[in-house]
């Protein structure tokens, strides 16, 4: 039987579709400068050198205090980090600007002003305390600074951060919020909820991440996807820049980039600081996963305190007078100490103040 073809009739022949409009290509975005280094006076690299040395010592004294016994809880030093809060703070301007942090938060409070006395105090949950003594070292506060904690749960600070730049924005107060998280914190679905709003609102947020290289004890290269953290906002068009976190000119520098730019109603900037803490995640942490080697070899290299010594010994700035000063801050260190051992304990009525009950 002969085989019958068929073909399409002219209606149901494919119509050639019409080609698509092409796409516009997003426009260029701008870009922050890059940071240039800070180029500050002797005096200015004095006192950032005074600044870094008081955390170091006040958060040595905290861990023997905690090894005594007189510091109970969780308790996260900052040492080897100085060289972030102190180049960070130092180009904001207290009671204008807002500063949020996680449970790392003594060196910040240190590099705000704040009187080591009433941080030491709380640390050992006395009523003298900033915050009466019911926060301890995780929890402490100082409105009249701008200083909003000190939040014990992992990138929960980086929301609230976006609401204090919210209200600097509402309020046209002029003011910026600095925003401080971990390379840990980085992965957390909340950190990327406040970049996009930020964005969308264009508000005046410093997004600053302290990459210190091991969150609670992984190494970030190895949690992290992407371990390049500075471009954490690319998918939001938030711009980010890495810095060298160990040096606190490269810092304060940093800094003022990127307060010019979210002064300047440009939306929010994301800093990567690349630092390193020397101690364990906590006081309870024997930091296992790296060496004493590797630990010691940042200390040689790249410690941010000996760094600026040396700045300022080719500035004229002599040993004894680098000793004298030491010597200055561990007595104010001792006196904080003294302070706070010798302070009453609250009274357990404090218990029920400052507590919200109602109905909603």
């Avoid at 260029?28 to 040395?53: C, H, I, V, W």
């Avoid at 070899?297 to 760094?307: E, G, L, N, Q, Y």
Wanted: charged residues 25%; glycine residues 12%; contains cysteine.
């Amino acid at each position: 039987m002969a085989r019958t073809s068929t073909s399409r009739s002219k209606s149901a022949t494919p119509k050639a579709e019409k080609p698509a409009e092409a796409v516009p290509a997003t426009p260029n975005r701008e870009r922050p400068a890059e940071p240039t280094r800070y180029e500050g006076s002797k005096d200015e690299l004095l006192e950032f050198y005074r600044q870094m040395l008081l955390i170091r010592r006040f958060e040595e004294k905290a861990g023997q205090l905690y090894g005594l016994g007189l510091i109970g809880g969780f308790c996260h030093l900052y040492i080897g980090q100085e060289a972030v809060a102190v180049g960070l703070q130092s180009a904001l301007e207290v009671g204008k600007d807002s500063v949020i942090t996680g449970y790392r938060d003594h060196g910040h409070m240190l590099a705000y002003g704040i009187d080591p006395k009433v941080i030491m105090a709380e640390l050992t949950g006395r009523a003298a305390g900033i915050s009466k003594g019911k926060g301890g070292s995780m929890h402490m506060f100082s409105v009249e600074h701008g200083f909003y904690g000190g939040h014990g749960i992992v990138g929960a600070q980086v929301s609230l951060g976006a609401g204090l730049a919210f209200k600097h924005k509402y309020a046209g107060d002029g003011g910026v919020c600095l925003a401080y998280f971990g390379d840990g914190a980085a992965n957390q679905g909340q950190v990327y909820e406040a970049f996009n709003m930020a964005e969308l609102w264009k508000l005046p947020c410093i997004f600053v991440i302290e990459n210190n290289q091991y969150a609670m004890g992984t190494s970030v290269n190895r949690a992290s996807a992407e371990d390049q953290l500075y471009r954490r906002g690319e998918s939001f068009r938030i711009p980010g820049l890495q810095v060298d976190g160990m040096d606190v000119l490269a810092v304060r520098g940093a800094a003022e980039t990127a307060i010019e730019w979210v002064r300047g109603g440009k939306g929010p900037i994301l800093l990567e600081l690349k630092t390193y803490r020397y101690r364990g995640h906590s006081m309870s942490d024997p930091a296992k996963y790296r060496s004493r080697d590797e630990v010691q070899a940042v200390r040689d290299k790249s410690d941010p305190i000996d760094h600026l010594a040396k700045e300022l010994g080719a500035l004229g700035v002599g040993e004894d007078e680098l000793k004298a000063l030491d010597k200055d801050i561990r007595k104010i260190v001792a006196d904080a100490a003294a302070f706070a051992e010798e302070s009453p304990e609250p009274e357990l009525s404090e218990l029920t103040t400052d507590v919200l009950v109602g109905s909603y």
